[in-house]
């Protein structure tokens, strides 16, 4: 049983206490999230998460992955994608490979990130495809991805930091970026818009945005040095938005606010940006979080393609809602 804390909001009500299985098929998990449940070829049970605005375009397919449903032990029980934190490959392929049946795909269609907290957004062709998880990767320090080839699907992970999913409907393309605190102050949300701008004619009024599960405010607590670094960049009338301070001179930092504040500066509308409310922190059995473990975690994965064009939008995904 694994239980699910929700952030209370004004007239919604917590849900608590309840194992992800035990929802309605496409219920929502978490604001503007869909859990999704789906036996792999193998009979295994894989619990993955979606947006509804993204499905909607009917272009892409993407999902954030859970814990559930993959071969990894320990600390990184059981869904990994991470290859440097005392995983086995073996187990990390096997995770992946159980992630490309879900999106009909295989891991060879898969190209990953280099995350060191950079702004640097990378624009991914056919020659990428398999790079950073089956093939050697020949770039490092990328953050942030773009592509506009169909069936190439864009890897990020996470364990608190704040996935960025963007689909572009008119031009079809998207991007994928990791914002921790410091790609925040950066604005790599602001910067993967902009690269989807120059390579493939997106407008920001036509962009979807999605700001996936990641650490909430109420966990996320941070000192003065980082908070200094968000007065620089941010107005004063948005600071009371993203933080305050606690009596022990800390900070509560707002990530989720933060990015939707970058997309908005970026040139979306509210319209355009969703925000779920799943925090990474507050559910370490569903979700890796490196606060709540201390640093013992393996790694979640965001993944997001577009459709190739043998996809009629009635494939592999069907059964997943
Ligand atoms: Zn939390």
């Known amino acids: 049983m694994y239980e699910i804390k929700r952030i209370r909001k004004k007239g919604q009500e917590a849900l608590q206490g309840f194992c992800l299985q035990d929802l309605e098929e496409g219920s929502m998990v978490g604001q503007g999230l869909w859990q999704n449940y789906r036996k792999t070829d193998e009979g295994v049970p894989l619990e993955f998460l979606t947006f509804p605005l993204l499905e909607e375009t009917g272009i892409v397919k993407h999902l954030f992955s859970t814990r559930l449903g993959g071969v990894s032990q320990g600390d990184c029980a059981s869904m990994n994608f991470s290859m440097d934190r005392g995983d086995s490959r073996e187990n990390v392929l096997t995770n992946f490979g159980r992630i490309a049946q879900v999106l009909g795909c295989g891991i060879d269609d898969m190209t990953a990130s280099h995350q060191t907290h950079t702004t640097n957004i990378r624009r991914m062709t056919e020659a990428d495809r398999g790079k950073g998880i089956l093939r050697k990767r020949d770039y490092q320090d990328v953050d942030g991805m773009v592509t506009d080839v169909p069936g190439l699907v864009l890897v990020t992970f996470y364990a608190d930091c704040v996935p960025l999913f963007l689909v572009d409907p008119v031009h079809k393309a998207v991007g994928l ?97 969703v925000t779920t409310d799943l925090c990474t922190c507050c559910n370490p059995k569903l979700l890796f979080s490196h606060r709540a473990s201390k640093g013992k975690r393996g790694n979640l994965g965001a993944f997001l393609m577009l459709k190739g064009e043998m996809d009629d939008g009635a494939d592999g995904m069907k059964n997943a809602f």
């Not at 914002?179 to 036509?206: A, C, F, L, N």
């Not at 405010?217 to 968000?230: A, G, M, P």
């Not at 007065?231 to 009338?237: A, G, S, V």
């Open 177 to 273: 970026s990791h914002s921790g605190w410091k790609g925040t102050v950066k604005r790599i949300g602001k910067r993967t818009v902009e690269v989807m701008q120059e390579r493939y004619g997106s407008r920001p009024e036509d962009l979807l945005a999605a700001i996936g599960p990641s650490i909430c405010q109420d966990c996320y607590e941070v000192s003065k040095d980082v908070i200094q670094q968000f007065q620089e960049t941010f107005m004063p009338p948005q600071w009371e938005e993203i933080f305050y301070q606690k009596p022990n001179g800390k900070y509560q930092l707002n990530l989720w606010k933060a990015n939707e504040l970058i997309f908005r500066e970026a040139g979306l509308k509210n319209s355009q940006i």
